[in-house]
């Protein structure tokens, strides 16, 4: 079955970085995009960012551009979302999100929290 696994997130001070991952299974990782969502408390679910399949492209949403920088390697079955410059807006729980076998899956998600 489909498995998406989050890492990486943890309480960051304003201006600070993190590096999250998330590790697929279950279908042929290499053939399919990958995307990062994030909610925060009280809002909706918003896409970050995705990376298509190879050759990969990459495509951010405008509030991230510059920020966050998408990334992955197919060796390992694994997608990588770096921030850095983060703020206090951008605390929430981070998704890993894939669309094989005809439907979406979710990762548990990952906390971040941006806070002096």
């Known amino acids: 079955q489909v498995q998406l696994v989050e890492s990486g997130g943890g309480l960051v001070q304003p201006g600070g970085s993190l590096r999250l991952s998330c590790v697929a299974s279950g279908f042929t990782f290499s053939q399919y995009t990958m995307s990062w969502y994030r909610q925060a408390p009280g809002k909706e679910r918003e896409w970050v960012a995705s990376i298509t399949a190879t050759p990969s492209q990459n495509y951010y949403a405008d509030s991230m551009k510059g920020r966050f920088t998408i990334s992955r390697d197919n060796a390992k079955n694994t997608v990588y979302l770096h921030m850095n410059s983060l703020q206090a807006d951008d605390s929430a729980v981070y998704y890993c999100?894939?669309?094989?076998?005809?439907?979406?899956?979710w990762g548990q998600g990952t906390q971040v929290t941006v806070s002096s």
């Open positions: 999100s894939a669309a094989p076998l005809g439907r979406r899956y």
